[in-house]
Structure formats: C-alpha cells, structure tokens
C-alpha cells in the first residue's frame, strides 16, 4: 500500500482528496477494499484507468471524471516523444476508451472533452488542466453541499434532522467533501443532524461500505437500512429529508442516480418528504431534454447471484441488475448545483400549469376560487385556537375538504406557528389518504396527523377536521388513556351533549386512543374504530395528544369541539372523570396480523 497524496487543501477527513498525481501517476483510493482496508492503487497507464473505473474501485459520477482526466493526462504523457511531439491520433484513442468506460455518468465524457481541449498544448497542460479540474471539484462541492444545506434548513427550520441517503455521495465519490454527504457533513457542522439512515445500497453495497465509513470518520450518528426498509422508515415518521446525488441530470430535472433512487423519490413523494438531489453542474447534460434519452448501464450477473464470492442464487439464474435508474423531475423537489437550485417539480409545463400539480387545477378557476376561500376559512379558525392555548406554537391542525373536489382536502402545513397562519401555509392532500398532491419542498408540507384526518375522511361522512391541544380534554385523555388499549369516556346526563348531534343526546362514549409513537398506527386504530361503528360520535381523544373532532364544516366541528372541552372542564371541576373502571379492550398489534 502507498501513502495518499500529500496535495490538496484539508480541514478534516472528509476534506481530504481521494485522488491525485503523484511521481508520475494517479493515486486513488481503491473503494473495493472498504471498509476493512485503505488501500492506495497506483495507476499509471490509461488501461488500468479504465479498469478501475469499470471494475468500480473508482465510483462516483465526478470522481470518475476526474479519474479519466488524469488517464487522459497518462496518456498523452506516454504518447509523446523525446522530441516533444504527441501522437494525438492515439491519445483520441485512449480518451475515447475512457470515456465510454461506464455510459451513465455524463461527468466522464465532459472531463475527457476538456482534457482534449488542452492536448494541442502538450502533455503537461493536459496534466495542469486535470489538477485544475480536482481543485476545481474540491470548490464546487463546498458551494453545492452549503447551497444545499441552506435550501433544507429553509424547507425544514425546526429541530435536528432525520435524513436518508442512498449510495455513496462523499469524498470517496468525488476529490472531497462530497455532494450529498457533504451536505449532510455541512449541516451536522451546523448542529441539525440528528441521525442519518444510510441505505445499504444493494447489490454492491456502497451504502454500507462507504457511506458509513465516512459518516463513522466525521462522527455523525447513523443506522444502515436494507433498501427495502426505506419506505417503512417513512412511514413511522423516521425520515424529514431524503438527499441523494445525480450521474446524469437532463433539462428537465429528470435524473439518472444509483439504482433504487427512483423507490426512495416515490415512497418520499407518498409521504411528503423533502426529496433534494445535489449534483455539480457537469452532471447535467444540456444535450437531453428529458430523462428518456439516458443510457443506463446493465452490469453483470454476478453482482446479484454472488455475494462475498458465495453463489446465493440457483445456477442458470437470470439477472435484470441496472446499475441506475431515472427518478422523473416531477418527483424531485429541487436539484442544487454550485451555482443553482432548479426545483422541477413546479417549472411550467407546456400548458403553463407547474409540473406535476396540473391535478390540482383541472376545475379551472372556480376550484382556485373555491381552494382560496377554504384555505382563508383554514387560517382564520386556527387564529382563535391558537390565542385561546389550544393550539400552542406549532401543534395542532386543521383541514376541510374542498368544495366541489370532495376527494382533495386542504390541511395546515407542518411546523407553522398556527396563530400567523396565511393561505399559502395550506397542502392540498387527497382526503382519503393524505398524500400531498403539491410535491415535496414546493411550499409547506403535511404533518404526520395528516393520516387521522384521512382515516376520519375515508371512514365517516365529513367535511371538516380539527385536531388540537384543548387542556381539559387533553388533560382527561391522560387520565383515562391505557397503554395499548381503547379507553372511553363516558358522558351522560349534560346538556352540552345536544352539541355534538348525537341520535341519543342524553349518553354517549367517546373513544380514547392509546398514543402510539407512529402516528400511521394510530390512523389505523381510528380508521378501524370508525369503519366498524354505523353513527360513531365525532370525537375521539388521544391519551396525551389532544382531541380529534369533525362536522359538516368548519364551524361545526369547531362548535363541537368547545362543547367537548367544556364538558371535560366540568367532570374535572366536579371530581371526574371515574379512572377506577376497567379498561377498553386491547387493540391489536400489527405483528398480530402477519
């Protein structure tokens, strides 16, 4: 093994270069041997370039440029005499070779084109050019990875992050600092990494060989996840962000990355999460207009039907094994370069209606009439709720089904304060799921509670939702709630039980909900409770998470909710309510079911 270069600027490891020249040959790190060994390759010839970069030991879209600049630069030093003449013909030839070594990644052909540009002017300032290009990535990071670090921290202002990340987008995978790790390394710098879900990225692994090498090295918490859990972490709220690196971006924002990124923008774009790509600007190829023209290069069967060198599948197996995948722009909620930050999902489209939201007008202006006037009536009943200490700094949510589009619900975005709330502080969401139909980081986004609402909307005969943190009622749910068992209360004999619209004014049960850490859960308790009851009253109570009620509108439900609050204020003004009573009946877990 050799030592590493000694070139290059450093302020920790992950600011350390990954490769370079050095006494007449390039450096690099062999990635195949992480994460039980740094070892060193020496290269000098343009062959063995090219079978480092396909035998992936170099990886990384502009780490692969930068490695077929320098075997552009070993090249023209071989094929120049002692007399200072270069065989051009023959270092076109080796260039080429490099240059289709692997066909997705468009830093590779872009890095090669420049180095020729230079060749007329002789081997050394091919040479410079290619230590120019190094430097310049090492820039070019930096400014991509606080771009992007500023552009979350603006969609995501509160709290420490949950992020995920796919493949390997660190200093190994470009000459440092990295794209979308660095960005992750950039906001830990900040102090808003809480944990990092580092996906295993199979079947090479470069999640968890790499990504977790260099997390460990800049000490940033993480846990590996297998590739198929992703979309389960988002769906127990353990993801804020996904952030992930691009080979080839086209025009349009469609983006070829590392197979299994395409799963990860649809499972996010399901869950509302932020989805950021963070590539230079020489991955974007100016030549495709859309992602339908990018080469995806297939790899070989081995990679699947092996691993660690043991056969895990039957012989004669036949492999589908792309090594990327294209995630359409749609799905991308913003792709930051060094220099800009493009958000594809809302450029205009051909009929000048923003990308990917052409759903949400196709009732013309009377349902944009319709949507501003709820999402006005949205603001203003949070405005009351909030002074009265029911809805305290960010908690809390309302929603209203949209008149005319009973399918598509508006509700409070997430992490608003709700007293300050505007019209543009709403997320359209279809009403029976809650999946947001504005794409993820174009404006405010849904909350986890989003699911009740849904599970109320798709179970019961609604058109107004409001969940919130009324004391009293909060304060008996406590009293009442059993861990992993539905709890009621029982009212009887109040006059303010005539509020509520109940078939039997004089008696009713409202049901109180274990408060599980995954909300999801908890719309599925809600949604089963509902489906199962014909004329349920609409209430119910989370043990220490509030209330959950509903009506024909807003001021219904909000008529309902006082009445609710006022009658948990009297029982406990009077001694109640009676907690010596058994509890309700256990309600089953998941894993009951599979």
Not at 478 to 486: D, I, K, M, Q, S
Request: glycine share 10%; aromatic share 4%; hydrophobic share 40%.
């Amino acid at each position: 093994m050799t030592t590493p270069p000694a070139t290059g600027p450093g302020t920790g490891p992950h600011a350390a270069p990954s490769l370079g020249w050095s006494d007449g040959a390039v450096h690099v790190i062999d990635q195949r041997a992480l994460p039980h060994e740094t070892r060193w390759m020496r290269l000098r010839t343009a062959d063995e370039v090219i079978a480092a970069i396909r035998s992936l030991a170099v990886r990384g879209a502009p780490a692969i440029g930068l490695a077929g600049a320098l075997g552009v630069a070993l090249s023209a030093r071989a094929h120049t005499a002692d007399d200072g003449t270069t065989d051009t013909a023959a270092v076109r030839a080796d260039a080429e070779r490099i240059a289709t070594a692997r066909p997705t990644a468009v830093n590779l052909s872009w890095a090669v084109a420049r180095m020729l540009d230079r060749l007329p002017e002789g081997p050394d300032a091919v040479l410079r050019a290619a230590q120019e290009a190094i430097d310049e990535d090492i820039a070019t990071n930096r400014g991509a990875a606080v771009r992007a670090a500023d552009l979350v921290a603006g969609l995501l202002p509160d709290g420490p992050l949950r992020i995920l990340t796919h493949c390997n987008t660190g200093r190994l995978a470009t000459a440092a600092v990295g794209t979308a790790l660095g960005t992750i390394l950039e906001l830990a710098d900040r102090g808003r990494v809480a944990e990092v879900l580092v996906d295993e990225t199979r079947p090479l692994l470069q999640g968890a060989r790499l990504t977790a090498w260099e997390l460990g090295e800049a000490g940033i918490p993480y846990r590996l996840c297998p590739d198929s859990a992703a979309a389960a972490a988002m769906s127990r709220s353990m993801v804020d962000c996904v952030l992930v690196g691009a080979d080839r971006i086209a025009v349009n924002g469609d983006t070829a990355n590392k197979i299994g990124t395409y799963a990860l923008a649809v499972a996010a774009a399901r869950h509302g999460i932020p989805f950021v790509v963070v590539a230079p600007e020489s991955s974007w190829d100016p030549r495709l207009p859309d992602g339908s023209g990018i080469v995806v290069e297939e790899r070989g069967a081995d990679e699947v039907t092996t691993l660690g060198g043991v056969r895990v599948a039957p012989a004669g197996a036949s492999v589908f094994n792309p090594a990327f995948d294209v995630t359409p722009g749609e799905l991308i909620t913003a792709v930051v370069s060094e220099s800009r930050v493009l958000r594809p999902s809302s450029e205009p489209d051909a009929a000048g209606q923003p990308a990917g939201q052409s759903g949400e007008r196709s009732g013309g202006d009377a349902v944009s009439g319709d949507r501003m006037r709820a999402a006005g009536s949205l603001a203003d009943h949070c405005r009351p709720l909030y002074e009265r200490g029911w809805m305290p700094g960010t908690a809390g949510n309302l929603s209203v089904r949209l008149p005319g589009s009973p399918e598509h619900a508006l509700i409070t975005g997430s992490g608003l304060a709700k007293g300050s709330l505007g019209p543009d502080d709403m997320v359209l969401v279809e009403a029976g799921t809650g999946r947001p139909l504005r794409p993820a980081g174009n404006g405010p986004r849904p909350s986890a509670e989003t699911a009740i609402h849904a599970a109320v909307y798709r179970s019961v005969d609604a058109n107004a939702v409001i969940h919130v943190h009324a004391p009293y009622t909060t304060a008996v749910a406590r009293r009442l709630g059993a861990a992993g068992r539905l709890s009621r209360l029982a009212l009887s004999d109040l006059e303010l039980l005539k509020g509520l619209g109940l078939k039997d004014p004089g008696h009713a049960e409202l049901p109180v909900f274990p408060n599980w850490p995954d909300v999801t859960r908890i719309a599925d308790d809600v949604a089963a409770y509902l489906t199962d009851r014909p004329e349920p009253p609409p209430v119910l109570l989370l043990a220490d998470h509030g209330v959950t009620v509903w009506g024909d509108d807003l001021e219904q439900a909000r008529d309902r909710l006082e009445c609710v609050e006022a009658m948990c204020h009297l029982l406990l003004l009077t001694g109640g309510p009676d907690t010596t009573r058994p509890a309700g009946r256990r309600l089953p877990r998941k894993e009951d079911s599979t």
